[in-house]
């Protein structure tokens, strides 16, 4: 009886293509099978991202996170995702406290030494596939920074640097670790909204906060569907949920920091009153 891999390269590739819009823990997992099997997925995982990111013009429907990045880092994509049912009925603001870390360590595979190992190693095979894949790439990163305090309330912007190809789940991870993106030990909350776009730098300046569904600072249409906007809200903590210092090290030694957090890239279309001449 003829075996699979008496089939040849090409249709194979064509085959694991498939399979990868279909089931890609299966794909990923049918790497470990032999050298010839690795190979032939990575050239379909590349395969099936080129088609995406190559045809992101002409694919109807929305971009989307990827299931299986849903599935093994939830969490990581809204902070409120990490909180156990008992937690969300008896917290009334699911607030990390100040620990920024705890969506890492409460990740479904971040228990089992076994399993955390296999995750952080910088060769694994998440780190570099798309955020978005078998949909459109996410080509630009907005990170929203709002601050509250009984002093008053501050908001910061960055944008991350992005390559061509777009967003990996691996990029999205080290800027999660980055020191400019959260807030660290006074870091509330965050969420990645997939399909927005900061319209204007003026208007959040102005504003001084974020407000999701303002036309006039968010665009949501066709010209931001390969957008996403990480926004993260913190304050003062007066009593921190801290992890340990080996646990905070742990995750933050994972991050391979390749990103840059730029400033704002747009056009400058206000003036902005900075005091009176004399």
């Known amino acids: 009886m003829a075996k699979l891999l008496d089939l040849p390269?090409?249709?194979?590739?064509?085959i694991l293509?498939?399979?990868?819009?279909?089931?890609?823990?299966?794909?990923i997992t049918s790497q470990l099978t032999n050298r010839r099997l690795h190979a032939l997925v990575q050239d379909?995982?590349?395969?099936?991202?080129?088609?995406?990111?190559?045809?992101?013009?002409?694919?109807?429907?929305?971009?989307?996170?990827?299931?299986?990045?849903?599935?093994?880092?939830?969490?990581?994509?809204?902070?409120?995702?990490?909180?156990?049912?008992?937690?969300?009925?008896?917290?009334?603001?699911?607030?990390?406290?100040?620990?920024?870390?705890?969506?890492f360590s409460r990740l479904p595979w971040a228990k089992?030494?076994?399993?955390?190992?296999?995750?952080?190693?910088?060769?694994?095979?998440?780190?570099?596939?798309?955020?978005?894949?078998g949909h459109a790439?996410?080509?630009?990163?907005?990170?929203?920074k709002s601050y509250s305090?009984?002093?008053?309330?501050?908001?910061?912007y960055y944008q991350v640097e992005l390559p061509p190809s777009g967003m990996t789940?691996?990029?999205?991870?080290?800027?999660?670790?980055s020191e400019q993106a959260t807030y660290h030990c006074e870091t509330g909350s965050w969420e990645l909204i997939v399909g927005r776009q900061l319209r204007s730098y003026d208007v959040l300046s102005e504003y001084e906060c974020f407000i999701l569904d303002d036309r006039d600072l968010v665009d949501w249409g066709e010209g931001a569907r390969q957008a996403a906007v990480l926004y993260v809200r913190g304050g003062?903590?007066?009593?921190?949920?801290?992890?340990?210092?080996?646990?905070?090290?742990?995750?933050?030694?994972?991050?391979?920091?390749?990103?840059?957090?730029?400033?704002?890239?747009?056009?400058?279309q206000n003036f902005i009153f900075t005091g009176y001449y004399n």
């Open 44 to 103: 379909a995982i590349h395969n099936v991202h080129t088609s995406t990111t190559y045809n992101a013009k002409e694919n109807a429907g929305e971009t989307q996170i990827n299931p299986l990045w849903n599935a093994k880092f939830q969490g990581l994509f809204n902070t409120a995702d990490c909180f156990s049912v008992e937690e969300k009925k008896r917290m009334f603001y699911l607030s990390l406290n100040g620990d920024y870390t705890l969506p």
């Open 9 to 14: 390269n090409e249709l194979l590739i064509a």
């Open 149 to 156: 305090a009984p002093e008053g309330d501050s908001i910061d």
């Open 169 to 177: 789940m691996g990029l999205f991870w080290d800027v999660l670790l």
């Open 112 to 133: 089992r030494e076994s399993q955390r190992k296999a995750y952080l190693c910088p060769e694994a095979s998440w780190r570099n596939i798309s955020l978005t894949f």
């Open 236 to 268: 003062p903590v007066s009593c921190y949920a801290s992890a340990s210092e080996d646990e905070k090290n742990c995750w933050i030694s994972s991050s391979q920091n390749k990103q840059r957090l730029l400033p704002w890239q747009g056009p400058i």
């Open 17 to 27: 293509e498939i399979l990868a819009t279909l089931d890609l823990q299966s794909l």
């Open 137 to 144: 790439p996410i080509t630009h990163l907005d990170v929203v």
